[in-house]
C-alpha cells in the first residue's frame, strides 16, 4: 500500500471540498482531494441546475394553460411532449457539470486521489485500500444523500429520489410525493404543471422552510388551492400488482384514504454522509444524530484538526454556504493550530416553487417574539403582483424592537427570490428600518410590497403613523 503524507487531506470533491482544497493549497499547504463518486457537483448533477430546468419548462406550459387571465386564447390543448423536456433537462445538466468536471481534472494530479477513504487513525485514512493518506489536518466535505423513511425502506431502490427523476425517459403519468420540504415542493409542482397527477404526503403540516405560523397559513391555502396536499397523515406503501404503488395513508383524526401511483417521489429530507467514513477512530464528539460537534465560524470540530463542511456539517445545506464552509475550512486546516474564526454571511434561502418562499437573515423561530417587532404586506393587493396575476402570499419582516434593526423575513410571494436578497444585504449591514425606507424604490415594481411591509413595520414601532387603506402605491400616500 501507497503512504501519502499531506497537511490536508480533504475528503469529497463536491462545491465545499473543491473550495477546500483551493485554500489550502493557497495557503502553501501540500493537500490531496478524495473523491469516490464521479466528478461534478451535486448541484450541478442533481440539485440546484438540472431542477430549475425541470421548473423552467414547468413554468412555461403553466404560463400557457392560464393565458385566458389576460384575454388571450390559446386555441388548442397544449402538448407537453416529456421525452423532449427530459432530454432538454439532461442535455443543459451535462454541460454544467461538464464545466465542473473539466475544471476538476485540470487540477494537478498529486491533488486528486480516487476512492473511498475511511478513517484508521486521527488524521489517517486508508483509500480503498490502494493509499494510505496521513495528513496534519483533515476536512470533511462528503456531502449528503437522500433519506427513505422507515415505512417505505422495504420498497428502497424501487421508489425514485430526486437524483432519479432527471433520469426518467419520460414524465410519469402520476406520481406520490413523499415530503412536503424544499426539493419535494420544487419537484412535485413541477411535475404537476407537467400534466402529472401529484399528491403531496407529509407527516407535518409545515411546507419548505417556513416557521412564520402566519405565512405557513397563506402558504397552504395557496398551494391547497393548486395541490393535492395531505398533511399531518402517516403513510405505508406496497407494489401494486398492475404496476406502480398502492400509497395508503391515514390522519390523526381517524380519516384515511388509498390512491395508485405509477411513482412514488421521496424527497423526505437528506442526511449527511457519514456512515462509511469510520468517523469514531477520530475521537471528536458527536451530537445525537451521529454528526460531528463543530463550530460554525472555524468549522472544527472541537480542539481537534477535523474540520467540517458543506451539507455533511446538516447545518446549512445550500451551495453558497458550502462554498463558504469549504473556504473557512481549507484556511484553517492548512493553518492548523492556528484556527481562527471566520464571518458568516447572513442566511438566505430560496425556494423556487410558484409562489417563491424565501428566508432572509433570521427566521421566525430563532427570534423571541417579545424582543421584535413585526411587519407585514399581503400580495393580494400589490399593485405589480394584480398587474401580472400573481398576487397571492405573505411576506413578514422583523425588526429588533429596541432599535428598530433589521434582523430577518420570511416570504412567500411573487418573484421573493429577488425581493430577500434586499432583505438579506439590509440585516447584514444592520440597516434600521427607517434608513431602509430612505431608499428609492421604483414604481410599478413588487419591491414595492417590500416598502409596504416596511412602513407597517415602522407603525409597530412607532417611527410613522399606520399606513391609511387610501395610501395606494400608485396615488396620494405614495
Known amino acids: 500500500m501507497e503512504t501519502r503524507r499531506v497537511d490536508v487531506a480533504v475528503i469529497g470533491a463536491g462545491t465545499a471540498g473543491l473550495n477546500a482544497r483551493r485554500e489550502a493549497a493557497r495557503e502553501g499547504a501540500s493537500v490531496v482531494m ?11 448533477r442533481v440539485g440546484c441546475m438540472p431542477s430549475k430546468l425541470l421548473i423552467a419548462a414547468a413554468d412555461v406550459a403553466h404560463e400557457i394553460g392560464r393565458a385566458d387571465l389576460f384575454g388571450i386564447d390559446v386555441p388548442e390543448k397544449v402538448r407537453i411532449l416529456g421525452p423532449a423536456v427530459l432530454e432538454r433537462v439532461r442535455r443543459e445538466r451535462d454541460r454544467f457539470v461538464g464545466f465542473v468536471v473539466e475544471s476538476t481534472e485540470e487540477l494537478p494530479e498529486e491533488q486528486r486521489l480516487r476512492g473511498h477513504a475511511r478513517f484508521v487513525g486521527p488524521t489517517t485514512l486508508e483509500v480503498d485500500g490502494h493509499t494510505r493518506v496521513e495528513a496534519n489536518a483533515v476536512a470533511i466535505a462528503a456531502g449528503s444523500s437522500p433519506w427513505i423513511p422507515p415505512s417505505l425502506e422495504g420498497l428502497r431502490g424501487k421508489v425514485m429520489v430526486n437524483d432519479d427523476v432527471f433520469e426518467l425517459e419520460d414524465l410519469p403519468r402520476s406520481v406520490a410525493v413523499v415530503g412536503t420540504g424544499i426539493i419535494g415542493l420544487e419537484l412535485g409542482q413541477a411535475l404537476h404543471r407537467l400534466g402529472a397527477r401529484t399528491a403531496f404526503f407529509s407527516h407535518s403540516a409545515k411546507l419548505g422552510p417556513i416557521t412564520d405560523p402566519e405565512v405557513g397559513a397563506v402558504a397552504r391555502k395557496v398551494f391547497g388551492n393548486e395541490l393535492d396536499l395531505h398533511l399531518n397523515v402517516e403513510i405505508e406503501a406496497r407494489e401494486a ?9 391515514h390522519t390523526r383524526e381517524g380519516g384515511e384514504g388509498e390512491e395508485r401511483f405509477e411513482q412514488i417521489l421521496v424527497a423526505a429530507g437528506r442526511r449527511p454522509q457519514l456512515d462509511e467514513l469510520s468517523i469514531e477512530k477520530t475521537g471528536i464528539e458527536l451530537d445525537r444524530r451521529g454528526v460531528p460537534l463543530f463550530n460554525p465560524h472555524t468549522m472544527q470540530c472541537g480542539e481537534s484538526p477535523i474540520f467540517l463542511a458543506g451539507d455533511v456539517s446538516a447545518d446549512r445545506p445550500l451551495l453558497h454556504e458550502a462554498a463558504d464552509e469549504g473556504r473557512i475550512a481549507g484556511i484553517n486546516a492548512a493553518r492548523f493550530p492556528d484556527v481562527r474564526a471566520q464571518m458568516r454571511r447572513t442566511p438566505l434561502s430560496i425556494v423556487f416553487t410558484d409562489p417563491e418562499m424565501a428566508i432572509a437573515g433570521k427566521s421566525f423561530h430563532e427570534l423571541d417574539p417579545d424582543q ?16 401580472m396575476g400573481r398576487n397571492a402570499g405573505l411576506v413578514r419582516i422583523y425588526a429588533e424592537r429596541e432599535c428598530g434593526t433589521l434582523v430577518g423575513a420570511e416570504m412567500f410571494g411573487p418573484r421573493v427570490e429577488h425581493t430577500a436578497h ?6 447584514q449591514s444592520r440597516l434600521s428600518v427607517e434608513r431602509a425606507l430612505e431608499m428609492p424604490f421604483y414604481h410599478p415594481v413588487v419591491e414595492e410590497g417590500i416598502r409596504t411591509a416596511l412602513r407597517d413595520l415602522s407603525a409597530q414601532l412607532k417611527i410613522l403613523a399606520p399606513a391609511r387603506a387610501k395610501d395606494l402605491e400608485c396615488g396620494p400616500g405614495t
Open 34 to 44: 478524495i473523491e469516490s463518486g464521479p466528478y461534478g457537483t451535486m448541484c450541478a
Open 241 to 249: 400488482p398492475e404496476g406502480g404503488f398502492v400509497v395508503r395513508w
Open 372 to 387: 421584535i417587532a413585526v411587519g407585514e404586506v399581503n400580495y393580494e393587493g400589490q399593485g405589480r403582483a394584480r398587474v
Open 422 to 427: 434586499l432583505l438579506a444585504w439590509a440585516a
